[in-house]
């Protein structure tokens, strides 16, 4: 069973770029969540996708964006990086509605200079 | 607004001993509640998760327990090692929420001594 991936590991980009991050969901998962997590700091719910539809969104712009494609692997888009952005993303996957525990990948960090 | 808190933000404790890490949430109506893991700069590794219905979970070392009318949590990690020493996240998913949508406390960061 192939765990929760993410790529690119690290990434630093610069004011006002756009960037796109990377997970594929553990075998068999059908749900995507990205998680943001600041230095010190609970990771920040982003948004959810179930079934290739949005199913959620935390208090976060417009700028963030994601999408999932068939084999329910997923991506997250920021437009317009501010240095706030810097932090860690976590993506997490679960099998809904059997389990709703959910198993998150390494992280990626981003660094906005 | 869930808001939960995980008291205290740092704990070091010697080798073998036996230790509480504590998470309270404000409101009760969740549909469940998870315990993580956290190494320095990696990702989250889900130790325990605890539905509503549930008062406990188990699994080696360590026990967690849920009081959903407290508005409490604890982890129980027994015979501490070195190895133990990583930040403790508690997250709770509310009953109402569709999205699944994970809450989580600060973490406690936990060191083991030799």
């Known amino acids: 069973e192939t765990g929760v991936t993410q790529s690119p590991t690290h990434l630093i980009k610069t004011r006002g770029q756009q960037v796109t991050l990377r997970c594929s969901s553990q075998s068999g998962h059908n749900t995507v969540s990205w998680y943001q997590q600041a230095l010190g700091q609970g990771p920040q719910f982003i948004f959810q996708y179930y079934r290739e539809e949005e199913n959620g969104r935390g208090n976060f712009p417009p700028r963030f964006s994601g999408l999932q494609f068939p084999n329910y692997s997923s991506e997250l888009n920021v437009n317009a990086l501010e240095l706030d952005d810097s932090a860690l993303y976590l993506c997490?996957?679960?099998?809904?509605?059997?389990?709703?525990?959910?198993?998150f990948g390494p992280g990626t960090r981003l660094t906005v200079l | 607004k869930q808001e939960v808190t995980q008291i205290p933000a740092a704990l070091s404790v010697p080798e073998g001993e036996n230790l509480v890490l504590n998470c309270s949430f404000t409101d009760s109506a969740i549909y469940n509640l998870q315990w993580f893991r956290q190494d320095p700069g990696k990702g989250l590794t889900s130790l325990l998760l605890?539905?509503?219905?549930?008062r406990e979970q188990t699994s080696g070392r360590l026990n967690a327990s849920l009081d959903k009318s407290s508005g409490r949590s604890t982890l129980y990690i027994a015979a501490s090692q070195p190895g133990d020493s990583a930040t403790y996240l508690c997250?709770?998913?509310?009953?109402?929420?569709?999205?699944?949508?994970?809450?989580f406390g600060q973490g406690t960061e936990l060191s083991v001594k030799p």
């Open positions: 605890i539905q509503s219905s549930q």
């Open positions: 997490a996957s679960s099998l809904w509605p059997s389990t709703d525990e959910q198993f």
């Open positions: 997250a709770v998913r509310l009953l109402y929420n569709q999205g699944g949508k994970l809450i």
